[in-house]
């Protein structure tokens, strides 16, 4: 099983994210990575925010954490909130291969490709106060 932290930084009412284009789609990741040996999720989060980003970031409390289940592997997502402590998103191309740094406004999140998957709970905790249920399970990948 892969774990994969990632983080949500909003600011007026955006939502930073990485753009990739895959399949002639635009697929927008939350910021985030893979842990190395030894890491801790907040490690792995500063350290790939600082590599394929120039961020420096806050990481705060866990917010959600849910599973993608493909023929390849298993993922374990771990969303955590976050806010930017330093520097401005520019993409790193040695670090990463999205294409783009892009501020997302929460009213647009339900039409837009998002991974993982998790559009409405944004929506639902960032507009109407609304927090998810820490464990999702598993989260269904959908690609519009």
């Not at 774990?3 to 990741?29: H, M």
Request: proline share 5%; charged share 25%.
């Amino acid at each position: 099983m892969n774990i994969r932290p990632a983080i949500i930084i909003i600011e007026n009412q955006k939502l930073l994210t990485l753009k990739y284009c895959y399949s002639n789609q635009d697929v927008f990741c939350l910021p985030g990575g893979n842990l190395e040996f030894g890491e801790n999720m907040a490690e792995a989060l500063k350290r790939e925010l600082k590599e394929e980003l120039n961020l420096e970031v806050y990481t705060n409390e866990l917010l959600l954490v849910g599973e993608i289940h493909t023929e390849e592997k298993t993922t374990l997502h771990c969303v955590f909130k976050g806010e930017i402590k330093d520097g401005k998103p520019t993409i790193n191309p040695k670090e990463t291969t999205a294409i783009a740094a892009e501020w997302i406004p929460l009213a647009d999140l339900k039409n837009i490709n998002l991974y993982p998957n998790i559009s409405e709970e944004i929506y639902n905790m960032y507009i109407n106060g609304q927090r998810p249920e820490l464990y999702k399970g598993q989260i269904t990948q959908v690609w519009h």
